[in-house]
């Protein structure tokens, strides 16, 4: 039996689609197989950033409503042979699935598939109930940069209350913002949070280069550099296995 991870966080814009493209890879080339779900139905950005925006056939509200198999639905990843995306539904909303679908959905993933990694919508409304139904753990994704909020905490507690297990990734830290005090450390976002570190992401000029390339030309958004050396070391620490990793 395969492990679900869901990736969340409380707002948009913190990385989450892009950790689970990425640390989705990264389990991948370690040899495992990988289904990742978009779960922001109504928006959809997963396909995009790992560039099979134009090979999307069916997508999840088929499969819940029973139009299409979940495996006709898969997207085969075009580098990694045992990588597979499970696309949203671009024109439907969040009530197009519930709870009790995901679970199904993903339990049937699960029998099949070593790993399956699940992109959840910013917010803690139907999008993230929907996201976390069926998962056996969570990375919470936090921005270094930006302030934790009362949703930010809320979305913690609500993980605790459904009794999954959640680590925390923290994102884009410049030590140099650190020192300057116009950004929260490490150690910091560790502390308000409560959460045991799963990972840390430095900022890496690399990433930002590429995003901009993104919104200006459409080109595929890939972790570069430093930021790449750490989603796989967070690959090889993922949830509920023994750390393979070995600090350089």
Same mark, same amino acid.
């Given at each position: !039996?395969?492990?679900? &991870?869901?990736?969340?966080?409380?707002?948009?814009?913190?990385?989450?689609?892009?950790?689970?493209?990425?640390?989705? /890879?990264?389990?991948?080339?370690?040899?495992? *197989?990988?289904?990742?779900?978009?779960?922001?139905?109504?928006?959809?950005?997963?396909?995009?950033? !790992?560039? @099979?925006?134009?090979? &999307?056939?069916?997508? =999840?509200?088929?499969?819940?409503?029973?139009?299409? *198999?979940?495996?006709?639905?898969?997207?085969?990843?075009?580098?990694?042979?045992? @990588?597979?995306? @499970?696309?949203? *539904?671009?024109?439907?909303?969040?009530?197009?699935?519930?709870?009790?679908? !995901?679970?199904?959905?993903?339990?049937?993933?699960?029998?099949?598939?070593?790993?399956?990694?699940?992109?959840?919508?910013?917010?803690?409304?139907?999008?993230?109930?929907?996201?976390?139904?069926?998962?056996?753990?969570?990375?919470?994704?936090?921005?270094?940069?930006?302030?934790?909020?009362?949703?930010?905490?809320?979305?913690?507690?609500?993980?605790?209350?459904?009794?999954?297990?959640?680590?925390?990734?923290?994102?884009?830290? *410049?030590?140099?913002? =650190?020192?300057?005090?116009?950004?929260?450390?490490?150690?910091?976002?560790?502390?308000?949070? /409560?959460?045991?570190?799963?990972?840390?992401?430095? @900022?890496?000029?690399?990433?930002?280069?590429?995003?901009?390339?993104?919104?200006?030309?459409?080109?595929?958004?890939?972790?570069?550099?430093?930021?790449?050396?750490?989603?796989?070391?967070? /690959?090889?620490?993922?949830?509920?296995?023994?750390?393979?990793?070995?600090?350089?």
């Amino acid at each position: !039996m395969g492990r679900a &991870i869901v990736i969340t966080s409380g707002k948009g814009g913190v990385g989450k689609t892009t950790t689970t493209c990425n640390l989705g /890879a990264a389990i991948a080339q370690l040899g495992k *197989s990988v289904v990742l779900i978009d779960a922001d139905i109504g928006l959809r950005n997963l396909d995009v950033v !790992m560039g @099979l925006e134009n090979r &999307i056939v069916y997508h =999840v509200v088929d499969v819940v409503r029973g139009k299409c *198999s979940a495996q006709k639905a898969l997207i085969k990843d075009r580098r990694l042979e045992n @990588l597979w995306l @499970l696309p949203a *539904s671009q024109t439907d909303d969040k009530d197009a699935v519930t709870p009790d679908d !995901m679970r199904t959905l993903i339990a049937e993933l699960k029998a099949i598939y070593e790993y399956v990694l699940i992109d959840c919508p910013a917010g803690i409304e139907q999008g993230f109930k929907n996201a976390i139904a069926g998962a056996d753990e969570a990375c919470r994704g936090r921005h270094a940069g930006s302030l934790v909020d009362s949703r930010c905490r809320s979305r913690v507690g609500l993980l605790a209350a459904q009794n999954i297990p959640t680590r925390l990734i923290v994102n884009r830290i *410049s030590q140099h913002l =650190v020192k300057k005090g116009d950004m929260l450390s490490q150690a910091d976002v560790i502390e308000i949070l /409560a959460l045991e570190l799963l990972g840390a992401v430095p @900022l890496d000029e690399h990433v930002v280069a590429v995003d901009q390339q993104r919104h200006a030309g459409g080109a595929r958004r890939q972790v570069d550099g430093r930021a790449r050396v750490h989603q796989h070391r967070e /690959a090889a620490r993922r949830p509920g296995e023994r750390s393979r990793a070995r600090d350089r």
